[in-house]
């Protein structure tokens, strides 16, 4: 069982830059595959980006390659997902959340693949 705690959202002008981060529990945080995904009101939920467990492998959607980052430290069971030259179109929920197994191929970002989620954060980014 792990359970997800984000933080680290907030209200910031387009251009800036916010750090999200995930707080997991439980003892086999490091086996996990994670990844961060986002809704907008009236949207579907979308993916963001994932992390291997290990941290060697990472994957973008590509609305926000070049201008996030995610990382993980297994030491302190937390994620991040480094947040650049933010947007008004990336305001939303931002969720953590985990894998149980290892994902490959569109697996990666197909949300019902993971296993635990967040209560999510909120990032709004005005123009």
């Known amino acids: 069982q792990v359970q997800l705690v984000e933080s680290g959202g907030g209200l910031v002008q387009a251009g800036d830059s916010l750090r999200l981060s995930c707080a997991a529990s439980?003892?086999?945080?490091?086996?996990?595959?994670m990844a961060w995904f986002r809704q907008a009101p009236g949207k579907e939920r979308e993916f963001v980006a994932a992390?291997?467990?290990?941290?060697?492998?990472?994957n973008y959607a590509d609305f926000v390659k070049g201008r996030f980052t995610i990382s993980r430290d297994n030491a302190k069971n937390i994620i991040y997902l480094q947040m650049n030259s933010l947007k008004p179109e990336d305001t939303a929920v931002y969720y953590c959340a985990a894998a149980r197994s290892a994902l490959y191929g569109s697996s990666w970002s197909t949300d019902y693949e993971y296993d635990y989620w967040g209560q999510g954060t909120q990032v709004t980014v005005s123009s």
């Open positions: 992390i291997r467990w290990s941290g060697a492998f990472t």
């Open positions: 439980g003892r086999t945080f490091s086996s996990y595959q």
